[in-house]
C-alpha cells in the first residue's frame, strides 16, 4: 500500500478499536519533503486514498488535495518538522485518555509499558483551541523526549517512525491511561521508580512493530 492508503487503513482500525469516532482524529504521514494528512470532516468509512491533502513541511501557507487538511495539521507539520526521527502522527479522541485530559492528570509510571514513550511519565500539553499555533507549541513541549502526549480537555497525540509504530503506541498510550484511572479508584498504582523504567527503556529501542523506518 502506498501512504495514503496505508492512512485510510489506520483510520479506520482507530474506529474498529474504540479509539476514533466519527470524523474526530487524524493521522499524518512524512512523504518526501511533505506530509499527507487526513482532510478536515471527512469519516473514516467514507475516507478514499485520493482526498489526502499534501502539506510541505517547510512552508506554512499551502498546501495541495481536493480537501482542506485537517484542522489539526499545525501540531503535525511541527511534530515532523521537528523530530527527523518520526514519520508518522496519529491524533485521536481515545476514551480513557480523553478523560484523564480533561482532568489534566498526567500518566506516571504505573506500568513498565511507559517505557515506550521514552520515559517515566507522559505530560499533559496546556489548552489552546484546536488547530491553533498556541495548541502546537504546548504539544511539542509535552513531547519533549517522548513519543506522545495527553493535550488538555481534548485527547491525545502520539508519534511513531513509521505508521505502524505509531499506531502501536496510540493503543499503548489508550491502555496505560484505563490502568491509570483504574488504579486511581483504589488509591493509586505503586509507581515504578526511574532506574526500573531506565532498565525497561534499554530493551525498548527495537521493542514492538517496526520501531525503525521512515513512515513506511
Not at 495541495?64 to 515532523?80: K, M, N, Y
Not at 498556541?134 to 502520539?158: F, I, P, Q, Y
Request: hydrophobic share 40%; net charge negative; charged share 20%.
Amino acid at each position: 500500500m502506498n501512504h495514503s492508503e496505508q492512512i485510510c487503513a489506520a483510520m479506520a482500525e482507530l474506529v474498529r478499536t474504540g479509539l476514533n469516532r466519527g470524523a474526530s482524529g487524524n493521522i499524518s504521514v512524512r512523504d518526501g519533503e511533505s506530509m499527507l494528512i487526513t482532510p478536515s470532516g471527512i469519516t473514516p468509512q467514507n475516507l478514499r486514498p485520493e482526498m489526502m491533502a499534501r502539506i510541505p513541511l517547510d512552508r506554512d501557507d499551502s498546501f495541495e488535495g481536493p480537501f482542506a487538511p485537517s484542522v489539526e495539521w499545525r501540531f503535525h507539520r511541527d511534530i515532523l518538522r521537528t523530530r527527523p526521527e518520526m514519520g508518522a502522527v496519529v491524533h485521536s479522541h481515545a476514551p480513557w485518555c480523553t478523560v484523564l485530559a480533561c482532568a489534566r492528570r498526567p500518566i506516571p509510571a504505573v506500568h513498565y509499558m511507559i517505557a515506550a514513550f521514552g520515559g517515566p511519565d507522559i505530560r499533559v500539553a496546556d489548552y489552546a483551541t484546536y488547530g491553533s499555533a498556541e495548541l502546537s507549541h504546548h504539544v511539542l513541549k509535552a513531547m519533549e523526549g517522548r513519543a506522545g502526549c495527553l493535550m488538555a480537555n481534548h485527547g491525545m497525540v502520539v508519534a511513531g517512525p513509521t505508521l505502524e509504530r505509531a499506531m502501536w503506541l496510540a493503543e499503548e498510550i489508550e491502555a496505560l491511561a484505563h490502568q491509570h484511572f483504574h488504579s486511581l479508584l483504589i488509591g493509586g498504582a505503586a509507581l515504578l521508580s526511574q532506574n526500573e523504567i531506565a532498565d525497561t527503556m534499554a530493551g525498548f529501542a527495537t521493542y514492538g512493530p517496526r520501531a525503525t523506518g521512515e513512515g513506511k
